[in-house]
Antibody, heavy 113, light 112 residues
Framework: QVQLVQSGAEVKKPGASVKVSCKAS????????INWVRQATGQGLEWMGW????????GYAQKFQGRVTMTRNTSISTAYMELSSLRSEDTAVYYC??????WGQGTLVTVSS | DIVMTQTPLSSPVTLGQPASISCRSS???????????LSWLQQRPGQPPRLLIY???NRFSGVPDRFSGSGAGTDFTLKISRVEAEDVGVYYC?????????FGQGTKVEIK
């Protein structure tokens, strides 16, 4: 079954970092870009960046430059998104997506003191 | 960044009646390769987004044919020919022609 399965919900304090994983199955992981998109509660979709799992090349939205790092482990077909220096405004559901056709279930990240 | 503007932001529709959502981009979405990377996504309550339409008018696998997309350049439209109860949700247009990818604000489709 072709799917992306993300790691579970996280609660972090302001200033901390969070690393969300996205495990691919049912297809060749290195053949498709992975995008990361977030959605604050009741708000719209916000694209954060992309990664080519084959080369490891990445591209980040300017808003997140310097705070986000997208990596992968091809041996376990898993992509990662790490966001640092968390603030309350980073509280959101974070999605990984293969292109825009296949989405993970989302990971809720709550930033609260 | 390319700004995507959707109208309306809310669309109450009677079951069985059509619905239409407009999406306008601040710049042409025609890529240098000749394609126009404009997609439509549906997000049902509590679920991740789902791809409906890609490259303006191509229905994704498994998407009912009551959904159709049209447009060119900077103006695009998603139409639902006869709204069903399962179509309730928020619809987003998204451009992938230029980095960074950007989304419209979303249009909420609800049943009257």
């Amino acid at each position: 079954q072709v799917q992306l399965v993300q790691s579970g919900a996280e609660v972090k304090k302001p200033g901390a970092s969070v690393k969300v994983s996205c495990k691919a199955s049912g297809y060749t992981f290195t053949s498709y870009d992975i995008n990361w998109v977030r959605q604050a509660t009741g708000q719209g979709l916000e694209w954060m960046g992309w990664m080519n799992p084959n080369s490891g090349n990445t591209g980040y939205a300017q808003k997140f430059q310097g705070r986000v790092t997208m990596t992968r482990n091809t041996s376990i077909s898993t992509a990662y998104m790490e966001l640092s220096s968390l603030r309350s405004e980073d509280t959101a559901v974070y999605y990984c997506a293969r292109g825009s056709a296949l989405w993970g279930q989302g990971t809720l990240v709550t930033v609260s003191s | 960044d390319i700004v995507m503007t959707q109208t309306p932001l809310s669309s109450p529709v009677t079951l069985g009646q059509p619905a239409s959502i407009s999406c306008r981009s601040s710049q042409s979405l025609v890529h240098s390769d000749g394609n126009t990377y404009l997609s439509w996504l549906q997000q049902r309550p509590g679920q991740p987004p789902r791809l409906l339409i890609y490259k303006i008018s191509n229905r994704f696998s498994g998407v009912p044919d009551r959904f159709s997309g049209s447009g060119a350049g900077t103006d695009f439209t998603l139409k639902i020919s006869r709204v069903e109860a399962e179509d309730v949700g928020v619809y987003y247009c998204m451009q992938a022609t230029q980095f960074p990818k950007t989304f419209g604000q979303g249009t909420k489709v609800e049943i009257k």
